[in-house]
């Protein structure tokens, strides 16, 4: 269906043929179906209507309403502004908590756990991190050498125990290291099966703690 602006127009166009008719003393009619209306003007000064869009040689033809070629598209537009961010989105559920961890094994100075790690020492064995909270057994005589804090940090409080099978078990402090208020070596009675337990109870000074032999 043809809009109401377009009708509009091909009223207006049959009214201005209507005008140009009356000031020359004729009449015509102007039919508002097509987009664009044409006129034909005789010598005597006459007007007509052309349904065909065409007029004769001798006549003047006049197209009323005719729509010319659509222009060219403006430019675009600049972007408006940014719209204000939205409300924040309320917060996701708490996820569930993680299993809990296995406790550790019981241990370290004046502690007894309920289970050790044993390790076999040889003839000669210096003190390690690694000794702490074990029993470290002496199967045929061991010299054990008690490092210095600066050679071998251990902390204040460890514990490592001894056990000897047979044979001797001697513990030899370094230089600058105090054994039972003491600088010099000490010892397990020669002989088997015997226990023993040293306890660095400061920086540099430890204390040796020993069955009695009895064999």
Not at 113 to 122: A, D, G, K, L, Q
Not at 130 to 147: A, E, F, H, N, Q
Not at 158 to 164: G, L, M, Q, T
């Amino acid at each position: 269906m043809k809009s109401v602006a377009t009708r509009s127009q091909k009223i207006i166009v049959a009214v201005v043929a209507a005008v140009v008719a009356s000031g020359v003393g004729a009449f015509v009619v102007a039919s508002a179906v097509d987009n664009s209306v044409v006129v034909c003007s005789g010598k005597a000064g006459a007007l007509r209507y052309s349904k065909d869009g065409s007029c004769l040689t001798a006549e003047t033809k006049l197209t009323l309403n005719e729509q010319g070629a659509t222009g060219v598209a403006g430019a675009k537009g600049a972007t408006g502004a940014t719209g204000a961010t939205g409300a924040t989105g309320s917060a996701g559920a708490t996820g569930s908590a993680g299993a809990t961890g296995s406790a550790g094994v019981a241990g370290g100075a004046g502690s007894f756990p309920t289970s050790m790690e044993i390790v076999n020492i040889t003839s000669t064995h210096t003190l390690m991190l690694t000794d702490i909270g074990k029993m470290l057994v002496s199967r045929s005589g061991t010299v054990v050498t008690i490092p210095t804090n600066t050679s071998v940090a251990l902390a204040v409080g460890a514990r490592i125990d001894f056990a000897v099978v047979s044979s001797f078990l001697y513990f030899d402090p370094a230089s600058g290291v105090t054994l039972n208020a003491g600088t010099t070596r000490d010892f397990l009675d020669t002989g088997t099966f015997q226990i023993a337990t040293l306890v660095k109870i400061a920086t540099n000074e430890w204390v040796l703690l020993k069955t009695v032999d009895e064999s």
